[in-house]
């Protein structure tokens, strides 16, 4: 049975009083690097259809939501455990917005006090904002009681944005749509990632912007074939190969670096042409093969093994390209409740 609703009721709502046991409820949910990512051309609502199969990696976002006290009863308030300048702490937050949606949804009254401790870089296209927004629909869900089952609780998912549907499932899957229509993919095996952090973040609005003018100049999207031959990017996207579902029922890494692909590299290229640069360190240091992940600038390099990991993040320190380095297993599960 559904909980939702589509608008909010006032009063005399049973619901509006329905509350979980707990004082507070911790949830932990993962960033996600893009193992392919073919672009189509953008619907009527602005977004572009994509081909993507997501992988969530060892990078995690905890949420804890808090039972209010009586006087703050029914405001949503966010704190971050490490105060950071570039993340907003307002209702523009999309944790904050996570909440209020539920809250809208299910017709809960009651607020939240949420506190957000962040891993995943921000602006990074490693999808840390829809890690918070994933893991508070799932903090407050058990918080309030709502009882709001998994695939409803992905389709408020996806009203928040294209990428919080994946942090939702974790582990493996392939996005169609806007990327958030999820098929969950079989594998074996696990994976070892160097994530390059850039020193600045990229705003994925702009890449698909440049995506757009650089497939009106004739670009191409790469072995994907969903490059266009000028006027546009094709109306759909590629499908994923199955050279790389393969490679990943096997756990074969060396097969699954050959198909990793992104259509929008070329584009965060041509913002931040420094990335090409990385994407060279890391593969002459011993990534198996390195890409940007998602909308970038985050550069995600596949490696065989640890001391090869050690020796890419060397490397690529040497090379002052880089804020930073992270190294991360993956796949791992999504938002699940720790405490
Ligand atoms: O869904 P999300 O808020 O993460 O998307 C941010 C922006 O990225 C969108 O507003 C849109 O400009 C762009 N985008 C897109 N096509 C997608 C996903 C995102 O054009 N499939």
Known sequence: MSHLRAVPDAADDPRQTRS???????????GKVNLFLSVGAAGANGYHRLTTVFQAVRLIETVTARRQSVEAHGRITLDLEEPDDVVPTDATNLAVRAAALLAEATGVTEGVDLVLSKRVPV??????????????????????????????????AARLGADVPFSLVGSTAVGHGRGDRLTPLMGRGGYLWVLALAPRGLATPEVFRRFDELMAQGGDGG????????????????DVPEAMTTAL?????????????????????????????????????GALRAIVSGSGPTVAALVPDPVTATQV??????????????????PVSGARVVG
């Open 249 to 285: 029922l096997t756990g074969d890494v060396t097969a699954l670096a050959a198909t990793l692909h992104n259509d929008l590299q070329a584009a965060a290229f041509s913002l931040r042409p420094e990335l090409a640069e990385v994407v060279s360190v890391a593969e002459g240091a």
């Open 223 to 238: 072995p994907a074939g969903s490059g266009g031959s000028g006027g546009g990017a094709p109306a759909q996207p590629a």
């Open 20 to 30: 979980g046991s707990a004082a507070a409820v911790k949830v932990e949910a993962p």
């Open 123 to 156: 602006a990074g296209g490693m999808a840390g904002g829809s890690a918070d927004a994933a893991a508070t629909l799932t903090a407050c869900n058990v918080l309030w009681g709502t009882g709001v089952e998994a695939k409803e609780l992905e389709a408020l």
């Open 313 to 330: 993040c060397r490397a690529l320190k040497a090379s002052g390209l880089v804020s930073g380095t992270l190294r991360v297993d993956a």
